[in-house]
């Protein structure tokens, strides 16, 4: 008897519990040219981590709105082919609530035939929504990043310029007429974040193209390089660099909402760009183990 009770006592004290997965946020890494040649690179993956009863998919992705593209079909073959409780998507602040139904009809209204406005994150939360699993926005409330950095020593029209230079190719990529774009567009969208950040007056068009020209040393344009909004944390832009201090605040929040999720939830998805993943990487292999990777070049499990 007395072995019995010695055996399960000991069973019960190797079961893993949640302690053992902590996702620890001194292992996220800035982004650096170096890690340009980590897995998964340009190619839309899965990453499947698994400990105990605690699961999590993370499908890194290459940005896309094309229904035919790797990361569009990747997404659909994670809630066909895959079970999970709940899903955590990139594009809004978490803090807008569990499963808001403004962003699923912007995601639905978004869905022409072969093309999705909102990209992978539309997709996925209309697949969760076909589910009911709750979906979440992964993002911290944009005057949080502008707090930060601000304490980074970044003036509001630094933050209000990247802003807009790292929205235009999103526009380009939504087929949106590239003909007078930036004066269509930028006034409405600095707007909301003049909104946002309580400032007044709120910079116009021609201040973001002044900004934009001292900064950079060439026009504004909509053809923004990929460069030019690349979070290097050594970069010799001004973008580059806000974009490495912003994607480190977002990285930091994010995984504090995992930590939430996966303690809430079990097992959990989350759909995000492929940069995030190789800038997490370290925490989550370090409180899961390395994970098992799946592509749409791989066999069906």
Same mark, same amino acid.
């Given at each position: 008897?007395?072995?019995?009770?010695?055996v399960?006592?000991?069973?019960?004290?190797?079961?893993?519990?949640?302690?053992e997965?902590k996702?620890?946020?001194?292992?996220?890494?800035?982004w650096?040219?170096?890690?340009?040649?980590?897995?998964p690179?340009?190619?839309?993956?899965?990453? =499947?981590?698994?400990?105990?009863?605690?699961?999590?998919?993370?499908?890194?992705a290459?940005?896309s709105?094309?229904?035919s593209?790797?990361?569009?079909?990747l !997404?659909?073959?994670?809630f066909?082919?895959?079970?999970?409780?709940?899903?955590?998507? @990139?594009?809004?602040?978490?803090?807008?609530?569990?499963?808001?139904a403004?962003f699923?009809?912007?995601?639905?209204?978004?869905?022409?035939?072969?093309?999705?406005?909102?990209? @992978?994150?539309a997709?996925?939360?209309?697949?969760?929504?076909?589910?009911?699993l709750?979906?979440f926005?992964?993002?911290?409330?944009?005057?949080?990043?502008?707090?930060?950095?601000?304490?980074?020593?970044?003036?509001?029209?630094?933050?209000?310029?990247?802003?807009?230079?790292?929205q235009?190719?999103?526009?380009?990529r939504?087929?949106?007429?590239? !003909?007078?774009?930036?004066?269509?567009n930028?006034?409405?969208f600095?707007?909301?974040?003049?909104?946002?950040?309580?400032? =007044?007056?709120?910079?116009?068009?021609?201040?973001?193209?002044?900004?934009y020209?001292?900064?950079?040393g060439?026009?504004?344009?909509?053809?923004?390089?990929?460069e030019?909004?690349?979070?290097?944390a050594?970069?010799?832009?001004?973008t580059q660099?806000?974009?490495?201090a912003?994607g480190?605040?977002?990285?930091?929040?994010t995984?504090k909402l995992?930590q939430?999720?996966?303690e809430?939830?079990?097992?959990?998805?989350?759909?995000?760009?492929?940069?995030?993943? !190789?800038?997490?990487?370290?925490?989550?292999? =370090?409180a899961?183990?390395?994970?098992?990777?799946e592509?749409? =070049?791989?066999p069906?499990?």
């Amino acid at each position: 008897m007395i072995h019995r009770l010695l055996v399960f006592a000991l069973f019960l004290f190797s079961l893993p519990t949640f302690a053992e997965l902590k996702l620890d946020p001194n292992l996220i890494r800035k982004w650096t040219q170096s890690l340009d040649s980590e897995y998964p690179g340009d190619q839309p993956t899965l990453a =499947n981590y698994k400990q105990g009863a605690y699961e999590l998919y993370y499908l890194a992705a290459t940005h896309s709105s094309d229904i035919s593209s790797p990361t569009l079909k990747l !997404v659909n073959r994670l809630f066909f082919t895959h079970k999970f409780d709940a899903l955590l998507v @990139e594009p809004f602040p978490h803090s807008k609530g569990e499963s808001p139904a403004w962003f699923l009809k912007l995601a639905k209204d978004g869905y022409r035939g072969d093309f999705i406005l909102g990209g @992978e994150a539309a997709l996925a939360i209309i697949r969760a929504d076909s589910k009911k699993l709750p979906f979440f926005g992964g993002e911290p409330d944009h005057r949080d990043i502008f707090e930060e950095l601000k304490k980074k020593g970044y003036s509001a029209l630094d933050v209000l310029g990247f802003y807009v230079v790292r929205q235009i190719p999103q526009w380009v990529r939504e087929k949106q007429d590239t !003909v007078g774009l930036l004066e269509r567009n930028v006034p409405k969208f600095i707007s909301i974040y003049c909104k946002e950040f309580s400032l =007044n007056p709120c910079p116009s068009l021609k201040d973001i193209r002044v900004w934009y020209k001292t900064k950079m040393g060439h026009d504004l344009s909509v053809d923004i390089k990929n460069e030019e909004v690349t979070p290097f944390a050594e970069g010799t832009l001004i973008t580059q660099r806000i974009s490495s201090a912003t994607g480190d605040i977002r990285d930091r929040y994010t995984l504090k909402l995992l930590q939430q999720m996966l303690e809430k939830y079990k097992r959990v998805a989350i759909v995000y760009g492929s940069g995030h993943f !190789v800038t997490l990487r370290k925490s989550l292999d =370090n409180a899961f183990g390395p994970p098992s990777f799946e592509t749409m =070049n791989s066999p069906l499990k």
